[in-house]
């Protein structure tokens, strides 16, 4: 048994995500026709930043430019809560400082393989031990929240949120999983967001393979 392999979540990263105020203001009716199983939401939850912006980008904010080894999101949370507790000074906006977790424990051998290869390079050591650094025991706090599971590809498109649907695909997939997912449109349940894992990687080929991804509430500001 590799070292790893003893916890079931990996911490990719923080971020700060906007709360929207104006209903429609990102996600209009043709947009989530588009694209969200469950059009009632009113605003989609995800990983995938173009479904839920970093407040960096919305609002244009400076930051260093280097904040994190998976996308843009941050290693340091700290660090972040620091920038967003400046940037909420002077400004009168609403977000969530989240953490997005990778469900390994659900991960096939190959799915297993690419990720330690891709989190060893980050590690001066190179070794699988040095892998435990990024299990989310280290760092979870009592306070966390988990939101819900999203099923995303290895840089966080969300096959959820993010992938537009034919409307055979749609009546399909609102079939089998609108009733699961919560207001954030975002899994609960682990098993389901498992299936629809299995469902995307089929249905979505071209962006495949899929990966289970958990959203942690951590602070709001």
């Given at each position: 048994m590799?070292?790893i392999?003893?916890?079931?979540?990996?911490?990719?990263?923080?971020?700060?995500?906007?709360?929207?105020?104006?209903?429609?203001?990102?996600?209009?009716?043709?947009?989530?026709?588009?694209?969200?199983?469950?059009?009632?939401?009113?605003?989609?939850?995800?990983?995938?930043?173009?479904?839920?912006p970093?407040?960096?980008?919305?609002?244009?904010?400076?930051?260093?430019?280097?904040?994190?080894?998976?996308?843009?999101?941050?290693?340091?949370?700290?660090?972040?809560?620091?920038?967003?507790?400046?940037?909420?000074?002077?400004n009168?906006?609403?977000?969530?400082?989240?953490c997005?977790?990778?469900?390994?424990?659900?991960?096939?051998?190959?799915?297993?393989?690419?990720?330690?290869?891709?989190?060893?390079?980050?590690?001066?050591?190179?070794?699988?031990?040095?892998?435990?650094?990024?299990?989310?025991?280290?760092?979870?706090?009592?306070?966390?929240?988990?939101?819900?599971?999203?099923?995303?590809?290895?840089?966080?498109?969300?096959?959820?949120?993010?992938?537009?649907?034919?409307?055979?695909?749609?009546?399909?997939?609102?079939?089998?999983?609108?009733?699961?997912?919560?207001?954030?449109?975002?899994?609960?349940?682990?098993?389901?967001?498992?299936?629809?894992?299995?469902?995307?990687?089929?249905?979505?080929?071209?962006?495949?393979?899929?990966?289970?991804?958990?959203?942690?509430?951590?602070?709001?500001?």
């Open positions: 590799n070292y392999d003893l916890y079931e979540e990996l911490l990719l990263g923080f971020d700060a995500r906007v709360l929207l105020e104006k209903k429609d203001q990102l996600w209009d009716c043709k947009r989530k026709n588009d694209y969200l199983l469950n059009t009632d939401v009113h605003q989609p939850f995800s990983t995938d930043t173009n479904v839920w970093t407040i960096f980008n919305f609002y244009n904010i400076n930051k260093p430019e280097y904040t994190g080894f998976y996308q843009d999101t941050w290693e340091d949370y700290n660090i972040l809560k620091h920038y967003c507790t400046l940037y909420s000074l002077s009168r906006v609403s977000f969530y400082i989240i997005i977790s990778l469900i390994y424990s659900c991960c096939n051998d190959n799915e297993k393989e690419l990720w330690q290869s891709f989190l060893s390079g980050y590690n001066s050591n190179n070794n699988e031990y040095s892998l435990s650094k990024y299990s989310l025991t280290h760092s979870i706090k009592k306070d966390w929240i988990r939101i819900g599971f999203d099923v995303s590809d290895f840089w966080g498109l969300s096959a959820l949120s993010n992938i537009h649907k034919s409307i055979k695909e749609k009546d399909t997939a609102k079939s089998l999983f609108k009733r699961k997912l919560n207001k954030y449109h975002l899994f609960s349940i682990l098993d389901d967001s498992k299936n629809y894992k299995i469902y995307a990687n089929k249905e979505f080929k071209l962006h495949s393979p899929f990966f289970l991804y958990s959203i942690w509430l951590c602070d709001s500001i």
